[in-house]
């Protein structure tokens, strides 16, 4: 309350960081501090005021003041990066927090995958899709402590792989005479795709089980011993570069084959 006063200050820091001893004639501490625990703590400032070699901590008279600063953590927030899915899945990121009771928010970035979007919760579910080639999204995940204090950003990385589909040229469907060749090329949309084909069991015979990267050949020379026509079923896969089988829903060929008269 007198002109003229320089403040001092010492400090009980306890686990916090930035905080430090000194003094001032302006009468204001600016000090940054940092929490490194997970739990809220606290920083003590015992500031006293010297006038003309008049200390306000002097006996009988014993004026210093104690400034009590709490300071809350800031959260880190924690998940699996990166990330690799076939395009159709569905994400299943977990984020944990360092701080108990955190909250999340995030924003996706992606150039071509479909299904991304911002959101929020301690988990990231959403279904990732892709045309023909690999692409990516990057999820910037913003922690929240339940005190308010925002913390750091964390990057996670989902890279998602095509699922090829077949086609079947000239057709998947195909009459031929026995002791005649087959003719049917198998393609994929996604390169470097390894399509593999395997015949069911029928009475014909020639039916052969076969693979090969994309586009390969089937010619199988098929034949019938009876008197009636006789279809056989091949079912074909195909496993892509990024180890993606393609959809669910079975691609077969069907060929007939005409007994000779």
Same mark, same amino acid.
């Given at each position: 309350?007198?002109? &003229?006063?320089? =403040? *001092?200050?010492?400090? !009980?820091?306890?686990?916090?960081? /930035?905080?430090?001893? $000194?003094?001032?004639? #302006?009468?204001?501490?600016?000090?940054?501090?940092?929490?490194?625990?997970?739990?809220?703590?606290?920083?003590?400032?015992?500031?006293?005021?010297?006038?003309?070699?008049?200390?306000?901590?002097?006996?009988?008279?014993?004026?210093?003041?104690?400034?009590?600063?709490?300071?809350?953590?800031?959260?880190?927030?924690?998940?699996?990066?990166?990330?690799?899915?076939?395009?159709?899945?569905?994400?299943?990121?977990?984020?944990?927090?360092?701080?108990? &009771?955190?909250? =999340? *928010?995030?924003?996706? !970035?992606?150039?071509?995958?479909? /299904?991304?979007?911002? $959101?929020?919760?301690? #988990?990231i579910k959403q279904g990732l899709s892709v045309i023909t080639a690999l692409d990516s999204v990057i999820y910037m995940i913003t922690p929240t402590s339940t005190q308010g204090c925002i913390g750091n950003q964390t990057k996670v990385k989902v890279l998602v792989n095509p699922r090829?589909?077949?086609?079947?040229?000239?057709?998947?469907?195909?009459?031929?005479?026995?002791?005649?060749?087959?003719?049917?090329?198998?393609?994929?949309?996604?390169?470097?795709?390894?399509?593999?084909?395997?015949?069911?069991? *029928?009475?014909?015979?020639?039916?052969?089980?076969?693979? /090969?990267?994309?586009?390969?050949?089937?010619?199988?020379?098929?034949?019938?011993?009876?008197?009636?026509?006789?279809?056989?079923?091949?079912?074909?896969?195909?496993?892509?570069?990024?180890?993606?089988?393609?959809?669910?829903?079975?691609?077969?060929?069907?060929?007939?084959?005409?007994?000779?008269?």
């Open positions: 309350n007198l002109p &003229g006063a320089v =403040f *001092s200050w010492t400090i !009980t820091p306890r686990s916090i960081t /930035g905080g430090s001893n $000194g003094s001032t004639a #302006v009468g204001n501490i600016i000090q940054t501090l940092t929490n490194p625990g997970l739990t809220q703590d606290s920083v003590t400032y015992h500031i006293v005021a010297t006038v003309d070699g008049c200390s306000s901590n002097m006996a009988p008279l014993v004026d210093s003041v104690e400034a009590t600063i709490l300071v809350n953590p800031k959260p880190v927030a924690s998940a699996v990066s990166p990330v690799t899915i076939c395009s159709g899945d569905t994400t299943n990121i977990v984020i944990t927090g360092s701080v108990t &009771g955190s909250s =999340f *928010s995030y924003k996706a !970035t992606t150039a071509t995958v479909l /299904g991304a979007g911002d $959101g929020a919760g301690d #988990v090829h589909t077949i086609t079947f040229l000239p057709s998947a469907s195909q009459t031929i005479c026995s002791g005649s060749a087959i003719s049917v090329d198998l393609v994929s949309n996604v390169p470097g795709t390894i399509l593999t084909w395997t015949p069911r069991v *029928s009475l014909i015979t020639g039916a052969n089980s076969g693979s /090969g990267p994309s586009p390969v050949h089937i010619g199988d020379v098929l034949s019938v011993s009876g008197d009636t026509a006789v279809t056989v079923i091949y079912d074909v896969s195909g496993v892509g570069t990024g180890g993606c089988m393609n959809l669910p829903t079975a691609s077969l060929l069907k060929f007939t084959v005409n007994p000779l008269p």
